[in-house]
């Protein structure tokens, strides 16, 4: 089965620093990643989507996330934060191996970003 | 162009009475999701609509769930004699097709069951 652990809840920067939420996964397939962003009052969006192609995906407003087989990791970076990127951030896993788009959701991080 | 659409966007009721929840897909897409985010599950699947075929109804947590998709577009997810458990906030996106498309959310709605 398919799961994924968002390792920290909660993630405090000053603007202008790197951020960094973190992702482990499981799965018994080679699996499909995903980082979305949810900001108050607001949708979904997908920041950027890994499925077995380049180990290093930039997504858009300047994040990235790198996959590491080897840690069964899928990191979210940003070089340096801005107060817009305050908001939850959702590590996603796709279910099993068939054509599903069925999504599994960590149970969130929370990016507060100080002035 | 438009995206997913769902109404109402608020939604209050009293415990043992039905709701009903309507989702507006993405014109030309083909595959439909609801999903569920509370408090205490954080963002679960509920139901997976892919064309014709039959949904994937997996997620729904209980027979008093339940979902249609009419015409292939806009979809309904029905809740009887709801109960306190039930307030969330209730999710729909959509892709061009099921797989790796990119999905769509909507803005939700919100549930609360008194």
């Known amino acids: 089965a398919q799961s994924v652990t968002q390792l920290d809840s909660h993630v405090s920067v000053s603007e202008g620093t790197p951020v960094l939420l973190r992702c482990n996964y499981s799965s018994s397939y080679s699996p499909s990643l995903f980082w979305y962003v949810q900001h108050p009052n607001k949708g979904l969006q997908l920041l950027l989507k890994y499925t077995s192609a380049a180990t290093l995906v930039k997504g858009i407003n300047g994040f990235e996330a790198e996959f590491k087989k080897s840690e069964t990791s899928f990191h979210l970076t940003k070089p340096s934060a801005h107060m817009s990127d305050a908001a939850e951030y959702f590590c996603v896993v796709r279910h099993g191996s068939s054509n599903t788009g069925k999504l599994i959701f960590g149970q969130g991080t929370t990016l507060q970003v100080k002035p | 162009g438009a995206g997913v659409s769902q109404s109402p966007s608020n939604k209050v009721t009293e415990k043992g009475k039905d709701v009903e929840l309507r989702c507006d897909p993405i014109s030309g897409h083909t595959a439909l999701y609801w999903y569920r985010q509370s408090l205490g599950q954080g963002l679960e699947f509920l139901i997976y609509?892919?064309?014709?075929?039959?949904?994937?109804k997996s997620g729904l947590p209980s027979d008093r769930f339940s979902a249609e998709r009419t015409g292939g577009s806009v979809s309904t997810l029905t809740i009887q004699r709801t109960q306190q458990e039930d307030s969330a906030v209730y999710l729909c996106a959509s892709s061009f097709s099921g797989g790796l498309e990119t999905q769509y959310f909507g803005p939700g709605t919100r549930l609360l069951v008194l």
């Open positions: 609509f892919q064309g014709n075929s039959a949904p994937d």
